[in-house]
């Protein structure tokens, strides 16, 4: 996608980097931070947003918040789970068909591990009232992960009324009129391409 | 043979799911209890229990726990890797696409379009989960906490879950 992704070239630096350039993510760097995402991603893929942003925009300085964005909107408009798609588009810019392997091993891991660990268990650990509680407590704060997501991928990319529109407009259509993600980010690309007055770059990257 | 229908299943399942994991579930019902009979829908909601209660994408929980419940611990590896299989080929073609057209000006305003409205999906789900997480005095006192360690103390996403985690565990119990 974006040239600004990691390249072979890159110099190795495993730490942001504001103007120059992506750190360069590891095959295994890769895996090591969609494990602990997976790890974490309970309730739903929207959970994770907020850690992948923390962990790949943030902290590793992997991809910039638009890049990210844009994996957003394509981890959404296709088929399958979230956070899937997610780290394997992460994992393949960063370093190509292993890189997505990697992510996605590391993505799917702790699932596995834990479904197959607590399959047997089930019954115990779900009736119990203290890991009900400790859900009960983990939803608002949820909420709060998913707001301050918003927020941060929202600041560069609603610049102006049109692009403030279009996002209320898909927030309408999505939690109230229940139209499906990827109809609305569809719809939204071929308002993008149709129109040249979205943005004052004509949709570059900033 | 099991397994090949397993994975077969759950290949159907990621195909046909759009717009992340609860999407899933009413597919994963008519495959898996009306179409093949595999489970009641009493074990069904089980799972749907489990997977809101484990981490990891719900998707991913159901194909794991249904794979297990049918095949063991093959099973559900079976299963697994057929939920994603469709992802991981429909996300790397289209990966693929967007690097050979990265410098073009068509994916550019494509992009132009589809970034505003990615923000709203987002802010649609924060709505989706406040439905079913901010139901009383309490929840939205937990989500005030919440809000003051995210914005002000900058605290780890991940601090914060497992911190309200243990305050819902004293608190609501």
């Not at chain 1, 893929?45 to 790949?56: A, E, T």
């Not at chain 2, 590896?77 to 690097?99: D, H, N, Q, R």
Request: glycine share 10%; aromatic share 8%; hydrophobic share 55%.
């Amino acid at each position: 996608m974006d040239s600004r992704f990691a390249t072979d070239s890159e110099p190795s630096e495993n730490h942001r980097s504001e103007t120059g350039g992506p750190a360069r993510a590891s095959v295994a760097a890769l895996f090591w931070t969609f494990f602990r995402i997976g790890a974490f991603t309970i309730g739903g893929g929207y959970v994770m947003v907020p850690l992948i942003q923390r962990d790949i925009v943030e902290r590793r300085g992997w991809i910039d918040r638009d890049s990210f964005v844009d994996v957003l909107a394509i981890a959404q408009t296709a088929p399958g789970p979230l956070a899937v798609n997610t780290a394997v588009y992460v994992g393949y810019m960063l370093r190509g068909i292993w890189g997505a392997m990697a992510s996605l091993a590391g993505c799917i891991l702790p699932s596995i591990i834990i479904i197959l660990v607590v399959a047997a268990l089930f019954d115990q650990i779900s009736s119990s009232s203290y890991v009900q509680a400790a859900f009960a407590g983990i939803r608002p704060a949820v909420v709060v992960l998913i707001v301050s997501a918003a927020i941060k991928i929202g600041r560069p990319v609603v610049r102006s009324r049109v692009e403030l529109a279009l996002a209320a407009m898909a927030m309408v259509l999505v939690a109230f009129v229940r139209i499906s993600p990827a109809l609305v980010v569809t719809a939204a690309a071929i308002y993008g391409l149709l129109s040249r007055s979205i943005s004052g770059n004509g949709g570059k990257d900033a | 043979m099991i397994l090949l229908n397993l994975y077969l299943s759950f290949a159907k399942v990621g195909l046909f799911t759009f717009g992340g994991g609860y999407a899933m579930l009413p597919l994963i019902e008519s495959e898996i209890i009306h179409g093949r009979g595999w489970l009641t829908v009493r074990e069904f909601t089980d799972i749907v229990a489990i997977a809101e209660v484990t981490p990891g994408p719900i998707a991913v929980n159901s194909a794991t726990f249904v794979g297990y419940r049918l095949a063991g611990v093959l099973g559900g590896i079976v299963a697994t890797l057929g939920v994603v299989t469709p992802s991981v080929v429909i996300i790397l073609a289209l990966a693929m696409l967007a690097k050979r057209f990265e410098n073009s000006t068509g994916l550019a305003r494509v992009k132009s379009g589809m970034r505003p409205a990615v923000v709203g999906l987002i802010a649609a789900a924060a709505l989706t989960v406040a439905r079913v997480a901010l139901v009383d005095l309490k929840s939205i006192m937990m989500a005030a906490m919440a809000a003051l360690l995210v914005f002000k103390v900058k605290l780890d996403p991940i601090l914060v879950l497992a911190i309200s985690g243990l305050l819902g565990a004293i608190i609501f119990s």
